[in-house]
T-cell receptor, first 115, second 112 residues
Framework: EAGVVQSPRYKIIEKKQPVAFWCNPI?????LYWYLQNLGQGPELLIR????????DSQLPKDRFSAERLKGVDSTLKIQPAELGDSAVYLC?????????????FGPGTRLTVL | GQQVMQIPQYQHVQEGEDFTTYCNSS?????IQWYKQRPGGHPVFLIQ?????EVKKQKRLTFQFGEAKKNSSLHITATQTTDVGTYFC????????????FGQGTTLQVKP
């Protein structure tokens, strides 16, 4: 079974430029998560989707970040414009459902460097 | 707000020595999950504990969930170089969602 797929794996951009990350969850997983992971820290949730509905986006900086999950499968996370402080690893994860007992499976992440 | 803390932040051990990381939550948790992240890798699910006082073992790894369901520990017996990585604990924000709060992790280095 294929795992969570993310692309690109690495991205280097200049500040004020836009950037987008793509995630394909494990087939059949209804819940999709986007996390931000800074160096030396644990992942922090940005947004959680149940199918195509964003059910928790309280941690998403909505002035510059946006996300979508059309058709309840793939998802994209966008930053526009990027700032120096956005340099981090952006992780996508999926689970069968959003219930507390479900295991979350993480993708390899996209390492973003903003110059 | 709810917090999950882990200690120590770093641990260097000689191969063959034991290792323990501790996880403490500011609130009672319905369950606690442990993940391992290898250097340059992504978090990989290890185990979930649900019951008060629960103890689970995976080969040389022993996981415990406290009686009050506010703390947990991971103990590795006789560490190997393959154990290198960062170990995270994570607990749900509320009792009925999959939203997890992660600790800051404990990074284990094993000297051969």
């Amino acid at each position: 079974e294929a795992g969570v797929v993310q692309s690109p794996r690495y991205k280097i951009i200049e500040k004020k430029q836009p950037v987008a990350f793509w995630c394909n969850p494990i087939s059949g997983h209804n819940t999709l998560y986007w996390y931000l992971q800074n160096l030396g820290q644990g992942p922090e949730l940005l947004i959680r989707y149940e199918n195509e509905e964003a059910v928790d986006d309280s941690q998403l900086p909505k002035d510059r970040f946006s996300a979508e999950r059309l058709k309840g499968v793939d998802s994209t996370l966008k930053i526009q414009p990027a700032e120096l402080g956005d340099s981090a690893v952006y992780l996508c994860a999926s689970s069968l459902s959003g219930l507390r007992a479900d295991t979350q499976y993480f993708g390899p992440g996209t390492r973003l460097t903003v110059l | 707000g709810q917090q999950v803390m882990q200690i120590p932040q770093y641990q260097h051990v000689q191969e063959g020595e034991d290792f323990t990381t501790y996880c403490n939550s500011s609130t009672t948790l319905s369950n606690i999950q442990w993940y391992k992240q290898r250097p340059g890798g992504h978090p990989v699910f290890l185990i979930q504990l649900v019951k008060s006082g629960e103890v689970k073992k995976q080969k040389r790894l022993t996981f415990q969930f406290g009686e009050a369901k506010k703390n947990s520990s991971l103990h590795i017996t006789a560490t190997q170089t393959t154990d290198v990585g960062t170990y995270f604990c994570a607990g749900p924000v509320s009792s009925n969602t999959g939203k997890l709060i992660f600790g800051q992790g404990t990074t284990l280095q094993v000297k051969p």
